[in-house]
């Protein structure tokens, strides 16, 4: 059981937006930012948003963040095939002193 | 650029230990703490815990609190995770991540190692 709540999985057509939502609580995302990692199969996770919605160099900037008290969501306009991916949100836990990352969405393009 | 390079995939026997290291290059070592982070097959992320490259100091989530040790070699730029005590569940590929201050973004990971305990 992850401190942060992801929905399992997500998908939209090519060109749609899609939207990925993380709860928490006021000890993690109510005290701090949140960043939003990719991860494709195989590979390592990739910092896709920090600082609740700043985006890495290199990022398209489809890619965006936005948090509401103890909540945060990634939203991705235009999505494309590429995008396929699994996405995880993170964020510093005040009161377990440990970070905490969300149990992953899986973004399925259709 | 910076880069975190990890040691190779290792199979384990139930009950001994594992000693992962990171190797960084492209940026100043001592300034940015380390982070391992694991994941099980099929699982999500796990964060196991952080070293302060400058002072030696750590934190451990409380899951691994007695079996894990991070160390790190500031001469060689190294970070390096031991866990005692394997059992089968702690299957999974390791990572280290960098991150500016303890709790800001791991901005960088390595490339990931491979643990399978089996007997």
Not at chain 1, 76 to 81: C, E, N
Not at chain 2, 85 to 94: H, M, N, W
Request: proline fraction near 4%; charge should be neutral; aromatic fraction near 12%.
């Amino acid at each position: 059981q992850s401190v942060l709540t992801q929905p399992p999985s997500a998908s939209g057509t090519p060109g749609q937006r899609g939207t990925i939502s993380c709860s928490g609580s006021s000890s993690n995302i109510g005290s701090n930012t949140v960043n939003w990692y990719q991860q494709f199969p195989g590979t390592a996770p990739k910092l896709l948003i920090y600082s609740n919605n700043q985006r890495p160099s290199g990022v398209p900037d489809r890619f965006s963040g936005s948090k509401s008290g103890t909540s945060a969501s990634l939203a991705i306009s235009g999505l494309q095939s590429e995008d396929e991916a699994d996405y995880y949100c993170a964020v510093w836990d005040d009161s377990l002193n440990a970070w905490v990352f969300g149990g992953g969405t899986k973004l399925t393009v259709l | 650029q910076v880069q975190l390079v990890q040691s190779g995939a290792e199979v384990k026997m139930p009950g001994a230990s594992l000693k992962v290291s990171c190797k960084a290059s492209g940026y100043t070592f001592s300034g940015y703490y380390m982070h391992w982070v694991r994941q099980a097959p099929g699982q999500g992320l796990e964060w196991m815990g952080w070293i302060n490259p400058n002072s030696g100091g750590t934190n451990y989530a409380q899951k691994f609190q007695g079996r894990v040790t991070m160390t790190r070699d500031t001469s060689i730029s190294t970070a390096y995770m031991e866990l005692s005590r394997l059992r089968s569940d702690d299957t999974a590929v390791y990572y280290c991540a960098r991150g500016w201050l303890h709790f800001t973004d791991l901005d960088y990971w390595g490339q990931g190692t491979l643990v399978t305990v089996s007997s």
